[in-house]
């Protein structure tokens, strides 16, 4: 038998299982916050003498209840033994929670489980208080992979970097190395007791995984924590939801949603709920994301036409540019690389450039009148990013068909980052993907400026063609301009201008 009890001394149920155990139901969510308890401590018997088991335990974490306590039962159903656990702040030694020795329960001395639980949530309102977390909802960042642990810390920067885009604030990370991932859980449900520990110890209220969720995993997850669950992909276009501001870039936003959506349209549970509104469901998609699969198909379909519509305007855009004579020259390269930067120092415009990460969505193309009265189209393009979601990838087909017209491509790198060769060769991969690898094409090593002498001597090693400049000063982007006119095929565009022109 067990008994959930509120802080008022009150029994809120009265569960009856059977000598295995008991099934505690699904239980209100009146008072959760992101470092609150449930206001519930549940008292239950163990017919066999055994003490309090790892699924006591686990139960008293996922469930956030303000403590666990077992009382064993002899043959004769009289009481004999009581031992009991609570969850602990932020610790030096790293400890979840307390759980006490067993004692006679006639003999239990200076319990006072209504204060310690108090005292445990004065402790972590006073650590939310002083924690200094950008003021977005905090995020606690995981990775479970089978790559060594500094390669999955980098990730997580990079992933870092993404929440704070989207508005989260990181608080903390996670990092497993295993060989074969969960398939139910992604990690194991130990693992995750203590993740949801170290959530609730630094106010998290979202569970943001670096490694892609599947359907299942996704709903699993959410059925055991209280907390909302994201992986990177959903992420990813909850940025793209953020910046999408053209007719075109919200048709491309809204079908990578409801593509990502469309396998976990399985019932209205609460991993579904976590999927609408928020960070990782909102967007010009959000109010379609709860509807059934045959009219998601649909929509999927008539979105798919409408983009079909907007490529082909395009093409005919770039037709007429071609028929003009007028060259193209692209910018590509990782995202807060300094693409759009570059394009206003150029073209002394004023186009968004933000030091976040997917400032530009849509493309962007301005004419510039180079030396000897040489005049181009320069397009900026949306960042490239390692393991782009494949579904956004071919949403944005439209975005990236601009780079098929291109004379030149100016590969723009920033080389003041840690990791600016992973950087390179992520963009050159898509390039390759994209079959644009034979395209003539530029390497800018950006920020040129913010490098030490011994970096620069190591980027000119390892990218002898490659042209450093600093994006912000516009006397520095002459040797840029001048590489641009030499790769230009200018007599075949002469010839293509229209007599008289």
């Keep these: 038998m067990a008994l959930l009890i509120d802080r008022q001394g009150y029994p809120l149920m ?37 003490t309090l088991s790892q699924e006591d335990l686990m139960d008293m974490v996922f469930l956030r209840l303000d403590s666990v306590g077992a009382l064993t039962v002899s043959d004769a159903g009289e009481p004999e033994r009581f031992q009991w656990a609570h969850l602990l702040p932020p610790n030096p030694e790293g400890k979840s929670h307390d759980v006490a020795q067993p004692a006679r329960w006639d003999r239990v001395e200076g319990l006072d489980l209504g204060a310690q639980v108090a005292a445990l949530e004065e402790e ?34 990079e992933l870092a970097e993404l929440a704070r885009t989207a508005g989260l604030a990181p608080v903390g990370t996670v990092v497993q190395r295993v060989s074969v991932l969960n398939s139910k859980f992604i990690l194991g449900k130990g693992k995750l007791a203590d993740l949801e520990v170290r959530a609730l110890q630094t106010g998290a209220a979202v569970i943001l995984f670096e490694q892609d969720l599947s359907p299942s995993q996704l709903r699993n997850l959410a059925d055991l924590t209280e907390r909302r669950v994201l992986d990177r992909t959903q992420l990813i ?56 699969r045959r009219r998601a198909r649909d ?22 540019r071609a028929k003009a004579g007028l060259p193209v020259v692209s910018l590509v390269g990782y995202t807060n690389a300094g693409k759009s930067t570059l394009l206003n120092t150029l073209t002394q415009s004023g186009v968004l450039a933000e030091n976040r990460l997917f400032a530009t969505l849509d493309p962007t193309s301005r004419r510039i009148r180079f030396p000897r009265d040489r005049e181009v189209v320069l397009t900026d ?46 963009v050159e991969s898509i390039l390759r993907e994209l079959e644009l690898d034979e395209a003539p094409r530029i390497l800018a090593l950006n920020k040129w ?25 516009r006397p520095g982007l002459e040797p840029l301009v001048q590489a641009i006119l030499n ?15």
């Design 237 to 292: 276009l909850d940025i793209f939801a953020q910046h999408a501001t053209s007719r075109a870039g919200k048709l491309q936003v809204e079908m990578a949603q409801l593509k990502y959506a469309l396998p976990r349209l399985v019932g209205k549970n609460r991993a579904m709920s976590r999927l609408v509104g928020g960070i990782g469901g909102r967007g010009p998609g959000e109010t379609k994301l709860e509807i059934d």
């Design 124 to 157: 972590l309102a006073r650590l939310d208080t002083a924690r200094e977390a950008g003021g977005g909802e905090r995020a606690l960042l995981v990775s479970v992979a089978a790559a060594p642990r500094p390669v999955q810390e980098r990730s997580l920067e």
């Design 381 to 426: 393009t949306v960042g490239f990013i390692r393991r782009l979601p494949p579904d956004l990838r071919e949403a944005f087909r439209a975005t990236l068909e601009e780079l098929e017209s291109a004379d030149v491509l100016v590969h723009v790198a920033d080389a003041s980052h840690a990791e600016v060769e992973e950087q390179i060769e992520a």
């Design 14 to 50: 009265v569960l009856v299982g059977d000598p295995g155990g008991i099934l505690i139901p699904e239980l209100p969510r009146l008072r959760l916050g992101a470092g609150r308890l449930r206001g519930l401590r549940l008292l239950h018997t163990h017919l066999s003498g055994e």
């Design 449 to 473: 400026d913010l490098l030490d002498e011994e970096a620069r001597e190591t980027a000119r090693r390892l990218h002898p063609q490659g042209i450093p400049l600093s994006a912000l000063e």
């Design 487 to 501: 790769l230009i095929p200018w007599d075949k565009r002469d010839k293509a201008r229209a007599p008289g022109e």
């Design 299 to 320: 929509r999927i379909a008539r979105l798919k036409k409408e983009l079909e519509d907007v490529r082909r305007q395009r093409g005919q855009t770039r037709e007429r």
